[in-house]
């Protein structure tokens, strides 16, 4: 069975690893949290292996998300 | 660089029990669910307040619901209810009592009869027989009409209007058509014209599941029988019956036989479930000082017109207490009195799986005691919210985030901001300064100039120690933190020889006060001693003191701290809650980290009670108040004539800290200290400054990242052309997004963080 993901962002291309000179792809990842973990889908390097978590994505979501765990 | 241990998992299933007596003791000094003293000595339980409230609003037909809950008969009530409630009205301690009882007859008479569809209704299957006439049966008919039991009355009387006149001749006329009215409503079955023999009663009532009696026809019939009073019951005869003294009497009789009657047709115990019967005794507590209408509304007929019960009804204070929220803008904030509150956030440290809501709560007071002083029965909710928060800690429940800010601020000002000396040419002093790790932050030419002039005017030599007293780690309920800090002081103390703490800053004075055999002196009290150094001076406007909550119940230091001021020729407005009731500025207790909102809502609290600036005696009061555009200033800048200034952000809080260290250590003690040197140069614009203080990221965390960045490479470039780059400090992960300017420098845009960690996941 597919894992579900939580979230999703495709970069279509426009950002790029500097280090690796190569555009980030969308990538499996996962954020991790006080013994819980959320698969997810975020811009990676996909040689370096650098994962992407943008500003707005950090103070929304992963930010709820945070709240939320640290008051179980 | 310090860390701390972040709590490994929420699925931790254990909770330490927290003594239920304890608790229900705490929670019971709080007294603002008590009735009001009118309410409580009826032994009906009308809610009075509520009954005045609407009455007063005019809205006569809620007022009349609420009086029918406690009489069916309402004008009968009115007329003749002998009104204990009025006697135990506050008011008569300043004036006369609210008229409640003529309030509630011309709520009676011009109050809309409320339907509550007699026939229509589905009734119960057990059936009540009652016999006789007179106010007990009259109340008892309609209670158990009122229960939905079918009822038969068995009465002497020829006719409906008969029994309603039997023992109501205090009506009038426009009162008894009424009450007929109402009665010929209500769907009860009638055998007029009986003789009440011994013998009719006990054929009659065969056919009935419960049998129920007038006092009268109880004292005629059987003489010898005894009638239970609180249950209205007679055992061996198995029969309802009354007592009846009065129109109150009847009543409240008539109330406890319909509850027996209601137990025996379900086949109970009549002693079943029946609750606190009867008027009860209140401690409500009430602020009688705003009360102005003291002078009964006078009638110009022989009852209160609508217009004048309404205006008697407003006379009413509506007896609460909330002293505590008055004050206190947290419990304001949440809208709970203390009682309440407790009982919540207790109940939140014993859930062993799940949700913690009261988490944030619990961690937004700000410990300040002002609720214990001004609280009539001295309710602590500072030590139910740090017992709790302890409670939390000691299961691994408690997170860390809300606090983990401010624990490595402590970190920081014990470890690499952390000073400890004797005087130049002393191996052990008489003294040590301690300013206070929010003085060293926020104002460090204060903090430099007054150890200078204790050190020329003290003899015995004063060392200097500039940490933290651990109060921040005492509030985050980090008990075993708190320990290690405290012993840390000791042995920093005991290498100067264990002398004279000289604190410059209350909350510090009560941290240290802790501990064992410590010998501590506020600097305001050695100031006085000493004299008054030159160069200070005080405002050009009057101001208007600020009293610490570290102060609180400390009325020397109250005392001493406007001494000074006067003697720097300050002029001081008198503001509400000063003294032991002043308000917390909202620092206390790490209330602003982990909960912004009502911290600000406890600065503004501080701040309305004058327009005049604030002087303080806490740096971080100054602080706060400086950064809500007051004019404020601490009492030291004022002896010292020094001005701290604009309020520093974050970042610069540390840097004050480090570079007071530095310059100290270089200019008395000539120790060239270790200081570490950028060898690139960062700049920041002021956007991502001002996001940098609001979301706590420290420059040294954007240091930290840069440092990465340079080291390995690794860094992308976003949509808008700006370069990104992460990096893992202690428990989170920033994320600057930044620029390489033409010269070689660096200049940061945006910066984030967030606690989650991300790794690339296979497959
Ligand atoms: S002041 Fe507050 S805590 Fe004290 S009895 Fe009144 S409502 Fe309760
Ligand atoms: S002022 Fe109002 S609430 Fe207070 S005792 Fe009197 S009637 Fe009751
Ligand atoms: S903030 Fe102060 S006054 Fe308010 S509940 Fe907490 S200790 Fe009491
Ligand atoms: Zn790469």
């Given at each position: 069975m597919a894992e579900k993901n939580y979230y999703t962002i495709d970069p279509q291309g426009k950002l790029q690893c500097m280090k690796c000179g190569v555009p980030l792809v969308k990538g499996k990842a996962k954020f991790m949290y006080l013994d819980n973990g959320f698969p997810v889908e975020l811009p990676v390097?996909?040689?370096?292996?650098f994962v992407y978590v943008p500003e707005a994505l950090a103070l929304g979501k992963v930010a709820s998300v945070e709240r939320a765990l640290e008051d179980k | 660089m310090a860390q701390i241990q972040e709590r490994g998992s929420t699925h931790v299933y254990k909770v330490r029990k927290i003594s239920k007596e304890e608790m229900e003791q705490m929670v019971a000094r709080c007294v603002y669910e008590h009735p009001p003293f009118c309410s409580a000595a009826c032994p009906l339980k009308l809610d009075v307040r509520a009954f005045l409230d609407a009455a007063a609003a005019g809205n006569f037909k809620k007022a009349l619901q609420l009086y029918e809950k406690i009489a069916p008969f309402p004008l009968v009530l009115a007329m003749g209810c002998e009104a204990p409630c009025e006697k135990a009205c506050r008011l008569n301690e300043l004036g006369d009592g609210v008229a409640i009882r003529a309030v509630e007859e011309a709520v009676s008479r011009f109050g809309q009869i409320s339907k509550l569809g007699g026939v229509f209704r589905t009734k119960k299957r057990k059936t009540v027989a009652l016999f006789g006439s007179g106010l007990f049966a009259l109340f008892l008919a309609g209670e158990i009409e009122k229960k939905a039991y079918p009822l038969t009355v068995f009465c002497a009387e020829p006719d409906l209007e008969s029994f309603l006149h039997s023992e109501t001749g205090f009506l009038d006329e426009a009162a008894f058509t009424a009450e007929l009215k109402r009665l010929k409503g209500k769907d009860i079955q009638f055998e007029f014209?009986?003789?009440?023999?011994k013998d009719f009663l006990e054929e009659k009532r065969a056919a009935f599941d419960v049998a129920c009696c007038s006092a009268e026809v109880f004292a005629r019939l059987y003489p010898e029988a005894v009638c239970d009073p609180a249950l209205m019951f007679c055992e061996s005869l198995k029969l309802v019956t009354g007592t009846s003294a009065g129109v109150l009497d009847a009543s409240f009789g008539a109330k406890k036989a319909a509850l027996t009657v209601d137990r025996l047709a379900q086949n109970l115990d009549p002693n079943n479930m029946r609750g606190n019967e009867g008027a009860v005794e209140s401690r409500l507590y009430t602020d009688l000082s705003e009360a102005t209408k003291l002078t009964r509304v006078p009638m110009e007929g022989a009852g209160y017109t609508e217009a004048e019960a309404a205006a008697e009804a407003g006379r009413c204070i509506r007896c609460h207490c909330e002293e505590c929220l008055k004050s206190c803008a947290y419990l304001k904030h949440y809208k709970k009195h203390p009682g309440l509150l407790s009982k919540e956030i207790y109940n939140n440290t014993q859930i062993i799986m799940g949700d913690h809501p009261l988490n944030k709560p619990m961690n937004s007071c700000s410990l300040c005691g002002q609720c214990t002083v001004v609280c009539p029965n001295g309710f602590d909710m500072a030590r139910v919210c740090h017992e709790a928060r302890q409670n939390m800690v000691s299961t691994d429940k408690m997170p860390l985030a809300p606090h983990e800010f401010a624990l490595l601020d402590m970190l920081f000002s014990n470890n690499e901001a952390f000073l400890s000396r004797p005087q130049p040419g002393f191996e052990t002093c008489k003294y040590v300064f301690f300013p206070g790790c929010q003085a060293t932050a926020i104002a460090p030419e204060t903090v430099k100039a007054a150890y200078l002039d204790l050190c020329t005017r003290l003899e015995g030599g004063v060392a200097l120690m500039l940490g933290c007293c651990g109060a921040i780690c005492d509030w985050a309920g980090r008990y075993e933190m708190q320990e290690q800090t405290n012993e840390f002081l000791d042995r920093e103390l005991a290498k100067l020889g264990d002398p004279i703490v000289i604190a410059g800053c209350p909350s510090c004075k009560k941290e240290l006060a802790g501990h064992e055999g410590l010998k501590l002196v506020g600097i305001w009290d050695l100031l006085l001693e000493l004299g008054l150094p030159e160069g200070g001076h005080g405002l050009e406007r009057p101001a208007a003191m600020h009293d610490s909550c570290g102060a609180r119940g400390d009325a020397e230091t109250q005392k001493a701290i406007r001494e000074i001021a006067k003697r720097l020729g300050c002029e001081l407005t008198d503001t509400p809650y000063s003294g032991d009731r002043s308000p917390c500025c909202g620092y206390g207790g790490l209330a602003a980290y982990a909960n912004r909102e009502v911290a600000a809502e406890m600065t503004e609290k501080c701040l309305e009670r004058s327009d005049a600036p604030y002087i303080s005696y806490c740096m971080a009061c100054r602080d706060r108040f400086a950064r809500q555009g007051r004019e404020s200033r601490h009492i030291l800048e004022l002896v010292y004539g020094t001005d701290a200034g604009d309020p520093p952000d974050i970042s610069e809080k540390r840097y004050n800290r480090l570079s007071l260290k530095n310059e100290l250590l270089r200019e008395l003690w000539l120790e060239e200290p270790r200081e570490m040197k950028l060898d690139y140069e960062l700049r920041y614009t002021d956007e991502a400054r001002r996001m940098m203080d609001e979301r706590m990221i420290l420059t040294d965390d954007v240091i930290a990242v840069l440092d990465g960045v340079r080291a390995d490479g690794e860094c992308i470039q976003d949509e808008d052309g700006l370069l990104v780059a992460r990096r893992r400090v202690g428990n989170a992960t920033f994320w600057v997004k930044f620029s390489r300017e033409g010269d070689g420098s660096y200049l940061v845009h945006r910066a984030w963080s967030h606690r989650m960690k991300v790794v690339k996941r296979e497959g």
């Open positions: 390097c996909p040689v370096c292996g | 014209g009986c003789a009440l023999t």
